[in-house]
């Protein structure tokens, strides 16, 4: 069952979803070859109960960290490690906090130092499929108006959508109904109505769509090996639109996020 969120929940979002964008982007700005993504998790995790929050993946069905660190071929729920960042990386964080009582779930793929053009372009294009799945967050869309979205322009340059993992309705809890693929097709699946809250969550291949898990029981690597892009924002669909609560926005309250411990 889709839980719609009310106004006052949705301000509530907003605030979990501020802090965890602010986190999101301190962290992105520590990306350098020689941090180590352990480094990172620390970093996050300081941040986030600094603010009176609490990192929700932690313990999450066991998940022992604050952030997945996804390096290059992981795809996602990658696990921070003493594994130091070399430039041409490409390095996906995903992090969720949960502030009174709602959560908010954002990630983003980091360029380390230099990379390659095709590593970039990776990226840039993972990016774009999430801005066009936003443009799809609207009252009177169907889901697969998101997937097909995402899909048709991967597919387009020549990458693989991951079918493994998907998006995800987001509130009281991190992974609430529905589940939001990045495929699908025009018109299809459930009707987007207001007030819900979806956690959109593109996970692009340079190569082939299959993945694996490692056997740490958590790690999503390429089966191919080749090289996977994440990006993630948590959207409220309201009246006006699509509203992007993990988006940093200028005017909202600033929290005070010390870097590295
Ligand atoms: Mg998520």
């Known amino acids: ?46 941040m986030i109960c600094d603010a009176g929050a609490y990192p929700t993946f ?4 066991g998940f022992p960290f604050s952030i997945c660190a996804s390096v290059n071929e992981q795809v996602v ?6 594994y130091e960042l070399q430039e041409g990386d490409i390095f996906s964080i995903d992090v969720g906090v949960t502030l009174d009582g709602f ?11 230099t990379v390659s053009d095709d590593r970039l372009k990776l990226i840039q294009v993972t990016a774009e499929c999430l801005q066009l799945a936003i443009e799809q967050c609207r009252a009177g869309n169907h889901l697969g108006d998101i997937g097909w ?11 693989s959508v991951v079918r493994d993992y998907v998006g995800h309705g987001i509130g009281r809890r991190m992974h609430e109904d ?11 699946g459930p ?3 207001n007030g819900y809250v979806f956690a959109v969550e593109p996970m692009i291949n340079l190569g082939v769509q299959q993945t694996k898990t490692l056997k740490d029981g958590w790690t999503v690597v390429t089966i191919d090996g080749q090289p996977s892009a994440h990006a993630e924002h948590t959207i409220a669909i309201t009246e006006q639109g699509p509203e992007v ?11 005070e996020l010390a870097g590295v411990p």
Not at 21 to 31: D, E, I, N, Y
Not at 58 to 61: A, I, L, R, T
Request: glycine share 12%.
């Open 1 to 46: 069952m889709i839980i719609g969120k009310s106004q006052k929940e949705i301000e509530k979002m907003r605030a979990s979803g501020q802090l965890v964008g602010q986190v999101l982007r301190k962290l992105g700005a520590m990306v350098e070859p020689g941090l180590t993504t352990i480094e990172v998790d620390a970093a996050a995790e300081k």
């Open 58 to 61: 932690k313990g999450y069905n």
């Open 191 to 193: 009707k987007i109505k």
């Open 103 to 113: 959560v908010g779930d954002t990630a983003a793929t980091i360029p380390v130092g």
């Open 149 to 159: 979205a995402v899909q048709s322009h991967a597919e387009a340059h020549g990458y």
């Open 245 to 255: 609560l993990t988006l940093v926005k200028a005017g909202a309250p600033q929290f």
């Open 178 to 188: 529905p589940q939001i693929p990045n495929y699908g097709k025009p018109g299809k």
């Open 77 to 82: 729920h990658g696990f921070p490690s003493s």
